[in-house]
């Protein structure tokens, strides 16, 4: 099993893709603290890493990263959902949200 975006020290890190403005999606997308890199090193191409602060608690005493496991549909419900943030990311869970026309589905997985 392979798991990604692992965070460290309250800092949580998710890809972004290709590096074309990474620092400029990766504050558009986790706010102007945030940092993006490009690091070519794990896969032999370069892709992009946002790095921002963990979420503080809200409802859990854990504080949590966001990430997304691609779109929910009929084929892929919240159930599904759920299973993918957690083969995807260590203790992540999932839930369907809708977003514009499409229904994301949205991880949270601890710091």
Same mark, same amino acid.
């Given at each position: 099993m392979i798991? *990604?975006?692992q965070? $460290?020290?309250? %800092?949580? *890190?998710?890809?972004?893709?290709?590096?074309?403005? &990474?620092n400029? $999606? +990766? @504050?558009y997308k !986790?706010g102007?603290?945030s940092q #993006?890199d490009?690091?070519?090193?794990?896969?032999? *191409?370069?892709?992009? $890493?946002c !790095?921002y602060? +963990?979420?503080p608690?809200?409802?859990?005493p854990l504080?949590t990263?966001?990430? #997304?496991?691609?779109l929910?549909?009929? $084929? &892929?419900p919240l @159930?599904?959902?759920d299973i993918?943030c957690a083969l995807k990311?260590a203790?992540g869970?999932? %839930?369907c949200?809708t977003?514009?026309?499409s229904?994301v +589905?949205?991880?949270k997985?601890p +710091?």
């Open positions: 798991i *990604v975006n965070t $460290r020290a309250n %800092i949580c *890190v998710d890809g972004l893709g290709t590096c074309e403005n &990474c400029q $999606r +990766c @504050k !986790h102007p603290s #993006g490009c690091d070519d090193l794990s896969i032999g *191409v370069a892709q992009c $890493r !790095h602060q +963990c979420e608690p809200s409802l859990t504080n990263c966001n990430g #997304g496991a691609g929910c549909s009929v $084929r &892929c @159930k599904c959902c993918n990311y203790g869970s999932g %839930i949200y977003l514009g026309n229904n +589905c949205r991880c997985y +710091c």
